[in-house]
């Protein structure tokens, strides 16, 4: 294993190499990555011959090992002096190991993983090398139950790196443009797909922890969007289509001639337009309005897209919710210290002014509207200061006058009264 103490001279003083994860996972995977580095330093001519030798000695599966002869015979294409290099680069790195008491040569460990990890890589090329080489890292791993967090991680930003390519060739109105996205979309369409049966199974296993989730569902969401650009590649074009302009009886179209143009050197360029433009040319195209619009795009309308959020929030528990105060009515509490306080007999009443009258008009009416509750049998079932108020053995009586009064705010008032209802045990009596 690769001994930490020997970084020291990389990092600030004080600082300890150990302290660093992410230092401390390369350091556990060394044995692994020490084979890429023996594989992949020198020239370029000497890393593809030692790949080349490798591979050959690792596609022998019924017969992994090798005899001195075997080699000889098989890679009698080669110079002597430069296999016995590669073999001795090979043992020094401990990819090719000999078993003196057999007398063969067999590949090691670690050779077998990069072999794998090459054969990979090596079947995707010509396609999208990075998107497939991406989605099948995804979907082994979730074939054995590891999936690595950092293979969602390059799987989303390079699916969020196509969506903001194809946006781009929209935005730039280019008809050529916007046909290489499309051709592009299609070439790595079926890695989407693949993608979104790995990510459909993802979602759907309860053990995934809720940072493997939360980035399968921005995967899901990448995904969907680029989906959506299919169809808008589409409309684009036929928009396009529509503004070509025909060159008379020809068959030609300007985007004929556009191509055309798009596949000749500068010099030839040049030539075309020596001694044909001899001013500069005013681009009556470009009027205020389409100016106005772009502008208020590309200042306006582009920064609130990238404001936008399309992140999933993150978990979050609910707040644990306190009982709900019951509201205090101040006024209809006070009506009813006041009525409580009322010493009356069976056959006596009091003026509801004594009761109701108070410092404002607002307050008064308040209380004067109170006195409706008294006896109210729907309101003897509720709670607080209502129920209490239409539980008093009081009623109302009178009221056929007016009485005027000497109030800064009420200037009048009825005359009806307070009683007092009898009970069974008064009527006794």
């Known amino acids: 294993m690769l001994a930490l103490d020997s970084l020291s001279d990389f990092f600030r003083p004080g600082l300890s190499p150990d302290a660093l994860p992410a230092l401390n996972r ?19 001519e000497e890393v593809l011959m030692r790949l080349l030798v490798l591979r050959e000695l690792g596609s022998r599966a019924e017969a992994p090992y090798w005899t001195p002869q075997d080699i000889a015979q098989r890679f009698a294409y080669l110079n002597d002096t430069k296999l016995n290099t590669i073999l001795g680069r090979l043992r020094e790195g401990e990819l090719l190991v000999y078993d003196s008491d057999g007398g063969h040569y067999a590949l090691s460990e670690a050779a077998r993983v990069a072999l794998s990890a090459l054969a990979t890589l090596i079947d995707f090329a010509g396609d999208d090398v990075e ?38 060739a929209l935005e730039s109105q280019s008809e050529f443009r916007i046909r290489a996205a499309q051709h592009r979309l299609e070439s790595v369409w079926r890695w989407v797909a693949k993608s979104t049966d790995v990510v459909r199974g993802l979602t759907c296993d309860e053990r995934l922890s809720l940072t493997t989730l939360s980035q399968a569902q921005a995967i899901a969401l990448a995904q969907s969007r680029m989906l959506a650009l299919a169809g808008t590649f589409e409309r684009r074009l036929a928009q396009l289509a529509a503004q070509r302009v025909h060159l008379g009886s020809s068959g030609l179209t300007s985007t004929d001639i556009a191509d055309w143009l798009r596949h000749q050197g500068l ?26 619009d772009v502008a208020e795009y590309e200042l306006l309308g582009r920064e609130r897209a990238r404001e936008h959020d399309h992140a999933l929030p993150a978990a979050a528990s609910a707040e644990t919710a306190d009982a709900v105060e019951a509201e205090r009515l101040l006024e209809a509490e006070a009506l009813y210290d006041t009525l409580a306080a009322l010493q009356l007999a069976p056959a006596d009443g009091v003026p ?4 109701v009258l108070a410092a404002s008009y607002n307050e008064t009416a308040y209380r004067l509207s109170l006195l409706s509750l008294l006896g109210d049998p729907e309101s003897r079932s509720d709670r607080g200061v209502i129920a209490a108020l239409a539980k008093l053995p009081l009623a109302l009586s009178g009221g056929a006058a007016v009485l005027a009064l000497d109030h800064p705010e009420v200037a009048s008032l009825s005359d009806a009264q307070l009683t007092v209802i009898p009970t069974s045990r008064d009527s006794t009596s």
């Open 26 to 44: 390369l350091s556990a995977a060394w044995p692994y990555l020490a084979v890429f580095v023996t594989l992949f330093r020198g020239g370029d």
């Open 267 to 292: 010099a030839r360029l040049a030539g075309l337009a020596d001694g044909v433009i001899a001013a500069n040319v005013e681009p009556a195209f470009l009027t205020t309005p389409e100016l106005a």
């Open 352 to 355: 509801i002014a004594d009761a």
């Open 131 to 168: 998107l497939g080489y991406l989605a099948s890292q995804v979907a082994a791993g979730q074939a054995v139950g590891q999936v690595s967090d950092e293979a969602l991680q390059h799987l989303l930003a390079r699916l969020n790196e196509l969506h903001a390519e194809f946006a781009d």
